[in-house]
Nanobody
Framework: QVQLVESGGGLVQPGGSLRLSCAAS??????MGWYRQAPGQQRELVAT???????VYADSVKGRFIISSDNAKNTVYLQMNSLKPEDTAVYYC????????WGQGTQVTVSS
């Protein structure tokens, strides 16, 4: 099964930007996604992208976040702009079809 490793998290001020990366150990699964989980909250979908380039975004991030993929580098990215304190969470990468694999997560904290 494919291994997924996230990177790029950190502390950023409100209004700032971060770019998360998710590197796969092999070819990207057909569906790649970013999810997040805040303390005391359920894990929720942030954005997904298929190999054909179809994207889906949560309403809360539309117009601020952009998901993209580089199949040659087996990497998926999440560009996060205009960050808000409510975006604070652990962000997870997920790969589906084949399989259902998760990364270990990367912390994003938005605070002044």
């Amino acid at each position: 099964q494919v291994q997924l490793v996230e990177s790029g998290g950190g502390l950023v001020q409100p209004g700032g930007s971060l770019r998360l990366s998710c590197a796969a150990s092999g070819s990207l699964p057909y569906i790649m996604g970013w999810y997040r989980q805040a303390p005391g909250q359920q894990r929720e979908l942030v954005a997904t992208i298929t190999k054909s380039g179809t994207t889906v975004y949560a309403d809360s991030v539309k117009g601020r976040f952009i998901i993209s993929s580089d199949n040659a580098k087996n990497t998926v990215y999440l560009q996060m702009n205009s960050l808000k304190p409510e975006d604070t969470a652990v962000y997870y990468c997920r790969g589906q079809v084949p399989g259902n694999n998760w990364g270990q997560g990367t912390q994003v904290t938005v605070s002044s």
